[in-house]
């Protein structure tokens, strides 16, 4: 069974950053994507930035140019650094990893955004 451990989260004003990790328990290299999701209260999980194992990424609109995504293989980490935080992205960010046959997610890190 793969687990992903999320840690990083915490509370700090809007325009100030935070970096995110997500450790798996085997090679990152193995999944087809590594991907971050969140979720805000009453609102549905949805994908915020994703890497493939060629390297490839996806931003969602609302993160492009504040958020990076990147990787570590020898840690079997990924990272998501978020700056210019805004209080519309408080949310649990969870770390979900697929391969062409299982998903597994992380338990989620907790980020508020204060105004």
């Known amino acids: 069974q793969v687990q992903l451990v999320e840690s990083g989260g915490g509370s700090v004003q809007a325009g100030g950053s935070l970096r995110l990790s997500c450790a798996a328990s085997?090679?990152?290299?193995?999944?087809?994507?590594m991907n971050w999701y969140r979720q805000a209260p009453g609102k549905q999980r949805e994908l915020v930035v994703n890497i493939a194992t060629g390297g490839s990424t996806y931003y969602a609109n609302t993160v492009k140019g504040r958020f990076t995504i990147s990787r570590e293989n020898a840690k079997n980490t990924v990272y998501l650094q978020m700056n210019s935080l805004k209080p519309e992205d408080t949310a649990v960010y969870y770390c979900?990893?697929?391969?062409?046959?299982?998903?597994?997610w992380g338990q989620g890190t907790q980020v508020t955004v204060s105004s």
């Open positions: 979900y990893a697929n391969d062409f046959q299982n998903g597994y």
């Open positions: 085997r090679s990152i290299s193995s999944f087809s994507y």
